[in-house]
């Protein structure tokens, strides 16, 4: 049997922490349930999943829809396009079949590209080996996820660039009944020529991007995003900060610069160092412009803003001596203390 293999690069740039994650974590799961239920895609599709933040790494290599189980998706610093573009090519050599005069290799790879951020690495080089190498014989979707993926960049990649547009909550659940849709369209349509079909995408959800103009830039992040370690268990934390909308008011006061409210605060896990691309000197951002402060995930402690001389952040209750995390000095907290100060951000 002749396998279809699909392949999904995934972003997991600490942007996407929160919502997007999990989301993403069970819509493969759906999508995956879905599959295993269709005869056709048991029989055809395989599945890898490759993630993307600071690197990029294939999770879980081509396998089975029966044997295939969704990933704990990592979270890092950086949106590394450019070595995920690399990767998936690397993969596409290494695991995919190809047809001699004597072999049916496998059918022409499908790859699902999301990413919500624009690339911090290098694309040219990537993109020109694409078009070069590989273009012709994979199909490549680009989903766009929210209004501050880089598109222009995508465009140059393939002619299949969707932006999906979060607006209520049941979105997600649609957007992967359209992913999974797709994935079972194609097992069925394997050996016909032709592309990809996105035309089915009828509702507001997915827009097919057909133009893109050099004047459409890339808005800035819309988050801030910043990395802490509980005192107690040392685990790390990353806390989200949202951008408020221009013009915001706070007790009276309007804010004409951008400020950014706590969204959330997450527990995360210890590869996230390794996910992430080494932080550029200088991308800090000031405590005066984030509004909120959560609480720590990992021990609860009503703050999770402490902050070291050796730069380190982490949860804080109330006054008095705490040995930092980070650096191991004891750092002695006053009350009453907590001016404004820099602190380091991360790439998104
Ligand atoms: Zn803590
Ligand atoms: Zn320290």
Redesign the pocket.
């Known amino acids: 049997m002749r396998r279809l293999p699909v392949f999904f690069v995934l972003d997991v740039s600490e942007s996407m922490i929160g919502d997007n994650l999990k989301n993403m974590e069970e819509g493969m799961q759906r999508i995956m349930q879905t599959l295993r239920t269709d005869p056709y895609a048991l029989e055809t599709v395989h599945m890898s999943v490759i993630a993307f933040a600071g690197m990029a790494r294939t999770l879980v290599p081509l396998l089975e829809v029966a044997s295939f189980y969704p990933p704990r998706l990592p979270v890092g610093s950086g949106t590394a396009l450019g070595a995920a573009l690399r990767h998936l090519m690397q993969e596409l050599d290494r695991q995919v079949i190809t047809s001699t005069p004597d072999r049916k290799g496998d059918w022409k790879p499908i790859i699902y590209l999301l990413t919500d951020g624009k690339p911090t690495d290098q694309v040219d080089e990537a993109i020109r080996t694409w078009h070069d190498r590989y273009a012709r014989r994979a199909q490549l979707v680009a989903i766009a996820i929210g209004r501050y993926a880089d598109l222009s960049v995508l465009k140059r990649l393939t002619d299949s660039v969707l932006v999906f547009e979060q607006s209520n909550s049941g979105d997600f659940a649609k957007f992967i009944q359209w992913m999974s849709a797709s994935v079972l369209s194609q097992s069925r349509a394997v050996g016909q020529e032709g592309g990809i079909t996105l035309a089915k995408t009828d509702n507001a959800l997915l827009t097919l991007v057909k133009d893109i103009t050099s004047s459409d830039g890339v808005p800035d992040q819309d988050c801030v995003v910043l990395v802490g370690r509980c005192r107690r268990t040392r685990h790390p934390y990353l806390m989200k900060y949202e951008r408020v909308s221009p013009n915001f008011e706070i007790e009276g006061i309007t804010l004409s610069t951008p400020h950014f409210a706590v969204a959330g605060c997450y527990p995360i896990s210890e590869d996230y160092f390794e996910w992430s691309a080494p932080e550029p000197e200088g991308l800090v951002v000031s405590t005066e412009v984030l509004l909120g402060v959560p609480g720590c995930p990992n021990c609860g402690a009503t703050s999770a803003f402490g902050r070291?001389?050796?730069?380190?952040l982490?949860c804080l209750s109330g006054d008095g001596e705490v040995v930092?995390?980070?650096?191991?000095?004891s750092?002695l907290f006053l009350p009453g203390g907590g001016e404004d100060f820099d602190v380091q951000r991360g790439r998104g």
Not at 308 to 312: F, L, P, Q, W, Y
Request: hydrophobic share 25%.
């Open positions: 070291c001389h050796c730069g380190g982490f930092c995390p980070w650096c191991g000095q750092v």
